[in-house]
């Protein structure tokens, strides 16, 4: 079994991700397609993240980009990257949304620091707007405003796995906030690799977790009402995160001290409410309430 192959009981299996309580809910056959779609995703994002030297990394990348083309004719060495071909045509995926992933990862290679949001904004898009592009596809839509909801979903959700995974990051030398953010509040690249946790650097949060926010409201702003239904699994990841954001605001920002997560039965109620909100009529909604921005 090869690497990608072994991922698709993980997704199943493993209950502190958030991908698997969003999921939960979707019928069998999106289900299946999001899980292939996962373990696309994840096997990506390892290739770049593996300790392996650079130039490996490079390869490996590049060789996986072939796979996928070669998949199109179901002609790849991955069995996943096969199964992912019939996904794509059986839900009319674009491609481009699965190279512009692949491009985002590429940037993990070349760039270790981000000088401004918009430089930040764009590596959020390749590294998150893609998947909830692609994963629209998968749920249908009847609006093309709602291309325009996955668009700012990724990007709060990416925004918000920065913050809460500072930390980690620094200790692989990554820094994804702004630089120019951190001149703003007076917070230097060496204080944020050292872990210090100070005003500078709580004031520097209020204003992330603020531009986060603003990505949740725009996200909001953008789904058709006629479409919530469709996208009740998009909507459980996006107040799973938001819940998670709200959760380090409320630790003052300190996410040098420990990790900061849900555990898993929230997560759960998260996805039994906006499983139940979704089925329920309208003028019952106001008795099903949750902490919840969609």
């Known amino acids: 079994m090869n690497a990608a192959q072994s991922i698709m009981p993980e997704f199943a299996q493993n209950r502190q991700s958030n991908f698997y309580y969003s999921f939960l809910i979707l019928p069998k056959?999106?289900?299946?397609?999001?899980?292939?779609?996962?373990?696309?995703?994840?096997?990506?994002?390892?290739?770049?993240?593996?300790?392996?030297?650079?130039?490996?990394?490079?390869?490996?990348?590049?060789?996986?980009?072939?796979?996928?083309?070669?998949?199109l004719n179901g002609e790849s060495r991955y069995a996943v990257l096969n199964k992912l071909s019939?996904?794509?045509?059986?839900?009319?995926?674009?491609?481009?949304?699965?190279?512009?992933?692949?491009?985002?990862?590429?940037?993990?290679?070349?760039?270790?620091?981000?000088?401004?949001?918009?430089?930040?904004?764009?590596?959020?898009?390749?590294?998150?707007?893609?998947?909830g592009l692609i994963c629209a596809e998968v749920f249908g839509y009847?609006?093309?405003?709602?291309?325009?909801?996955?668009?700012?979903?990724g990007i709060a959700l990416q925004l918000t796995n920065i913050i809460r995974d500072i930390k980690s990051d620094a200790k692989r030398g990554r820094i994804y906030l702004p630089l120019e953010d951190?001149?703003?509040?007076?917070?230097?690249?060496?204080?944020?690799?050292?872990?210090?946790?100070?005003?500078h650097f709580v004031q520097?949060?209020?204003?992330?977790?603020?531009?986060?926010?603003?990505?949740?409201?725009?996200?909001?702003?953008?789904?058709?009402?006629?479409?919530?239904?469709?996208?009740?699994a998009a909507r459980t990841m996006g107040n799973i995160y938001y819940l998670l954001l709200r959760r380090i605001e409320k630790a003052n920002f300190d996410v040098f001290s420990k990790r900061i997560r849900l555990s898993p039965p929230l997560k759960l109620l998260v996805a039994m409410v906006l499983s139940l909100r979704s089925k329920a009529p309208k003028n019952l909604h106001r008795y099903i309430r949750a902490e919840l921005p969609a």
């Open 86 to 131: 019939t996904i794509i045509q059986q839900f009319n995926i674009p491609l481009n949304h699965f190279y512009d992933l692949i491009k985002g990862m590429e940037m993990d290679l070349t760039k270790k620091r981000y000088k401004t949001f918009t430089e930040l904004r764009q590596y959020c898009y390749h590294a998150a707007s893609t998947v």
């Open 29 to 71: 056959p999106k289900r299946e397609a999001i899980e292939t779609i996962y373990a696309f995703c994840r096997y990506t994002d390892d290739i770049v993240d593996e300790s392996a030297s650079r130039k490996e990394q490079y390869a490996r990348l590049k060789q996986w980009t072939k796979e996928l083309h070669l998949s």
């Open 204 to 232: 520097l949060m209020k204003f992330e977790c603020e531009r986060a926010h603003s990505y949740f409201r725009k996200a909001k702003a953008s789904l058709a009402e006629e479409d919530k239904p469709l996208f009740t």
């Open 182 to 199: 951190l001149r703003r509040f007076g917070y230097s690249e060496d204080e944020l690799l050292r872990g210090v946790y100070n005003e």
């Open 142 to 153: 009847k609006n093309e405003d709602t291309k325009q909801y996955a668009m700012n979903l």
